[in-house]
């Protein structure tokens, strides 16, 4: 036996409801690779968007609204898990 612990956000693309992301990924799962998910395991994989204290400051970023006007004109930063999976495949 394996077992694989994911973040079901990340095999979907994002819903907002957890409980929808997880009878989605679920149903899928099982239909498709007769895999069974077992319920959640209680891991808050929140993620946060991190912007320097001083462009905060001097752009008066209070919200994820407020980061978004400017968002275009930045460029993302991914951890190493990121870089490895999602990043390598996106770079072709």
Not at 24 to 40: A, D, G, H, I, T
Not at 47 to 72: C, H, M, Q, W
Request: aromatic share 10%; net charge negative.
């Amino acid at each position: 036996m394996e077992v694989r612990c994911e973040n079901c956000g990340e095999l979907i693309e994002p819903i907002s409801d957890p409980k929808a992301v997880y009878d989605q990924v679920e149903k899928q799962y099982s239909q498709q690779f007769n895999l069974w998910v077992s319920q959640p395991l209680g891991f808050d994989n929140t993620f946060a968007i991190l912007v320097r204290g001083e462009d905060a400051r001097r752009l008066n970023l209070k919200t994820v609204s407020d980061a978004a006007k400017y968002s275009p004109q930045w460029q993302a930063g991914f951890g190493q898990r990121h870089q490895d999976t999602v990043g390598a495949a996106g770079s072709n």
